[in-house]
């Protein structure tokens, strides 16, 4: 009898490690802001039982547990939560956390958050075809290829400044010509002296920055979006340059998280790109 209720015991354990799979549940753990965005513009709301600690500031994400940060998931708590499926980015920092997922029967979708904009509009099907939401998915990547070429024909008859997006400062990266971010510097009105670049944010000396001297750099650190005090650094700090033309700020991840809102994004740089336009446009 007690060797019998020990193996009771041992196979309820090991069934609270499986995944919901047998039961047809949809349980989804989202370990990025921009999987997290796409599943919720999927109308997935609703299978997501985890989420990364940055994914909290979407909105009404606050109740759902948090996993952590995006290099140091919690194991343990993930499975807990029996997913069926974990959406991620791709990186060398989670690869093992994947594959111990994998290794226990959860299917595990990863994403490559610096690739171009057709490459990030793809995803939006992946997902979708993950999440049984095919259709949807569909319907976000019209819509959105509608709302780009939109803000590009309300800028099609005013010039194209040069614009340099940095998204570090020191060592200093840029969003280059592999990058979505580019496609929406080119949408809202800008030309991207970096567009010749290969790489999707490439590290670049200051003075080749210096050399391209864009009209207009736009920068998307992280010490730009903190309040005032840091805004007032962040353009202390390229204030310095006697090549700098004009400093504008972007909140960090804009434009270097491919999440649904890629129109949003390119409405941001076209009001930092173009701000008479956009003054106009509010009146």
């Known amino acids: 009898m007690r060797t019998l209720v020990l193996a009771v015991a041992l196979l309820f354990a090991c069934r609270a490690q499986e995944p919901a ?29 985890g989420i990364d600690q940055f994914s909290h500031a979407l909105p009404g994400m606050g109740e759902l547990p948090s996993l952590g940060g995006l290099f140091a998931p919690d194991l343990e708590r993930a499975l807990e939560l029996r997913p069926t499926l974990v959406l991620g980015v791709r990186s060398e920092s989670q690869a093992a956390f994947f594959a111990q ?11 490559d958050s610096s690739g171009s904009l057709e490459d990030i509009l793809g995803t939006y099907q992946a997902i979708g075809e993950e999440l049984g939401r095919e259709q949807e998915a569909l319907a976000l990547v019209a819509s959105v290829r509608d709302e780009l070429a939109r803000i590009a024909g309300s800028v099609a008859d005013r ?10 400062r020191e060592p200093l990266y840029v969003a280059a010509g592999g990058s979505f971010a580019s496609a929406l510097i080119d949408a809202a009105g800008g030309r991207n002296v970096f567009a010749d670049l290969p790489q999707p944010y490439p590290q670049v000396s200051l003075e080749l920055l210096a050399e391209r001297a864009p009209d207009v750099l736009i920068d998307s650190t992280q010490g730009a979006a903190v309040g005032p005090d840091a805004e007032g650094a962040a353009r202390a700090y390229w204030s310095r340059f006697g090549w700098v033309k004009r400093v504008e700020l972007v909140a960090p991840g804009v434009m270097t998280q491919p999440g649904a809102q890629l129109a949003e994004a390119a409405r941001i740089l076209r009001a930092r790109i173009h701000p008479a336009l956009d003054r106009t446009a509010a009146q």
């Open 21 to 49: 799979a047998a039961s047809g549940e949809l349980r989804v753990i989202s370990l990025s802001p921009s999987t997290t965005d796409i599943a919720i513009a999927l109308g997935r709301r609703e299978a997501l039982v």
């Open 101 to 111: 997922l994998r290794a226990r029967g959860v299917r595990v979708h990863e994403i």
């Open 159 to 168: 010039g194209r400044p040069s614009v340099a997006l940095v998204v570090e």
